[in-house]
Structure formats: C-alpha cells, structure tokens
C-alpha cells in the first residue's frame, strides 16, 4: 500500500479510495451471479408468542456463502445490493423463496404460521413492488393472511405519501405489516397512529437494556405500552435471556425473537 506523501497532498488518500471502490465492485459483480450459483440461502429464526410459548412465525434472513469469502453479513451487502439496484431482483426472489418455503410447510401438514420478510427502502418504492408480493403469493399458493413484511423506520419516513398509498394498497390484499428497528428511528407519533400497520418490532437494542441489575428498562415499557394503545401487535427482538423472556412477559409483549428461542437456522433444520 502506497504510503502519504504528504499531509495536504490529495493524491495520498487515493489507494484507500480506490480499494474500496474496487472492493464494492467485486462484490457487486458477485452478487450479480451469486442467486444463479445458488450462493444466497434464505435462514429462519422462529417467532416465539410469549403467552403460548409457541412458534407463531418465522423471520426470514438472507445469508450468502462466498465461495471464497465466506460468509457475508447482509448489513454488508445489502446496501451494496441497494445501491446498484440489484435489491429489486433480489428481494423479489426473496419474497418468492420465503412464500414458497412457508406454503410448503404447511403442505408437508405442520401448524401454519407467518412468514416475515424483510423489505428494503429501494424495493418499497419501486413501482412494482405490489405486483411482486402478488405474485409470489399466487405462484406459491400461500394464503395472504400467512405473509408480513418488515419495514424499517426510516422506509416510513421517506416519502410520506407513497408510504401511505403503498401500505394501504397492502392492507387491502390482506398482508401484514410491521415497522422494524422500531425506536431506532424518527417516527412522528401522530404519523405512526395513521399508518396502516399491524406490528412494531422494538429493536434489539432496546430489549438490551433489560438487565438483572438495572432498575428497569423504561423504553422498552414505554414502547410496549404505546403499540397496547395504538390497538398494534409488538414483537421484542433479541431475547437473549429468560430473565428477558419473563420481564417482558409481565409487561404484556405479545412475541419475542432472540438467540434464547432459536438462532436463525436453514430452512432443514428448523
Ligand atoms: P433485522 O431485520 O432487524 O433482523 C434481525 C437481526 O438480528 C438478524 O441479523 C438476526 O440474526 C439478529 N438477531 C436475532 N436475534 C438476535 C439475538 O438474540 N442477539 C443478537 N445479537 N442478534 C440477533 P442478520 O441476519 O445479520 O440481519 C441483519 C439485517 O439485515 C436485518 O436486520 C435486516 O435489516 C437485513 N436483512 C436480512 N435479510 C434481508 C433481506 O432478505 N432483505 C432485506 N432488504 N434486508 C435483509
Ligand atoms: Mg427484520
Ligand atoms: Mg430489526
Ligand atoms: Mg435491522
């Protein structure tokens, strides 16, 4: 690597630059070929309903498996998946995949339960989006009521108004809807109130808080008791212990997520 050749000299900061660039290249190019070569797999972890105890649904996680690099984390590459617009045809086959592995399930004669997806900001906004999610329940067959989708904050926020025509033009087809990361981002409480949606998952740095040793977690209470009034169901993410487990329970959280239920786990091993 090139070393500086001076302080004020603008020419020293371009091998870094350029690395990076061509790094995001490659993985780019990558991705491009990594759905045909069947590099990217879809994960699950359970949905835990915290009065049952049962699994109630299933989120589903995008893992890639570079056949040089390993394993790529998707806050890695989704965002490069984001900017080069290759998130419109991977989140399409996501929303495919994931319907066609929950129908299946329910098929094969297990307990029917929700799948979630995750759905980026870009993919939301593209024109289409609904006609996807249609057909990839129709090609699966797998009935409406069994398919949410998870949009985070900021989704919400972006454009006001074709947040609002979307979500309802969603909640008229009968799928469910829940903001992700919810506390993490800038919501406008009055906004929150109008918006056709179902859940708030609070975000796993929230459910953190909640300690043995500290007094309490007021954000966590707070949040939960806000979804209580807004009539919307909410799920904790990041339940790592049973001391979690149980405090929220006496809060009254409907669902849980968290590494104490299950890691997100191939769709053979669940
Ligand atoms: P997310 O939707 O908030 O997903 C939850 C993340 O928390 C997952 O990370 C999950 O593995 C992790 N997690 C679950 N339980 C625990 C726990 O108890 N402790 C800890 N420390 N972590 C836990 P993952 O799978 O790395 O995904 C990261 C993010 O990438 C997701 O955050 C989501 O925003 C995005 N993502 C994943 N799959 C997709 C996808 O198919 N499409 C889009 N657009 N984004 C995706
Ligand atoms: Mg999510
Ligand atoms: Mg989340
Ligand atoms: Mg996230």
């Not at 329910?106 to 339960?113: E, S």
């Amino acid at each position: 690597r090139a070393k500086a050749s001076g302080k004020n000299d603008i020419r020293s900061f371009t091998p870094e630059l350029a690395e990076k660039a061509r790094e995001r290249l490659s993985l780019e190019t990558d991705l491009r070929y990594a759905m045909q070569r069947q590099e990217l797999q879809l994960y699950y972890q359970p949905i835990i309903d915290l009065q049952t105890l049962q699994t109630i649904g299933h989120e589903a996680l995008l893992r890639w498996i570079h056949p040089e690099r390993g394993f790529i984390p998707p806050d890695r590459f989704i965002p490069v998946a984001e900017e080069s617009g290759l998130i419109t045809a991977l989140g399409a086959w996501v929303i495919h995949e994931a319907c066609r592995q929950n129908a299946e399930w329910q098929r094969a004669g297990r307990r029917a339960v929700r799948v979630a997806v995750n759905i980026s900001m870009i993919q939301f906004a593209t024109s289409n989006f609904v006609d996807t999610v249609k057909s990839a329940l129709h090609e699966s067959g797998l009935g409406v009521e069994w398919l949410e989708l998870e949009v985070t904050e900021s989704v919400v926020m972006h454009d006001v108004k074709m947040v609002t025509e979307r979500l309802t033009e969603l909640r008229e087809l009968g799928v469910r809807v829940s903001i992700d990361d919810f506390g993490t981002g800038y919501s406008s409480l009055k906004y929150l109130q109008e918006l056709p949606i179902d859940t708030l998952k609070i975000d796993r740095s929230f459910v953190n808080t909640i300690q043995k040793d500290a007094q309490e977690a007021p954000l966590v209470k707070t949040i939960i008791l806000m979804a209580q009034s807004l009539g919307l169901n909410v799920i904790a993410e990041g339940v790592e212990t049973i001391f979690q487990q149980e405090y929220l329970q006496s809060l009254g959280c409907s669902e849980a997520q968290g590494y104490y239920f299950s890691r997100p786990l191939p769709a053979s091993q669940l």
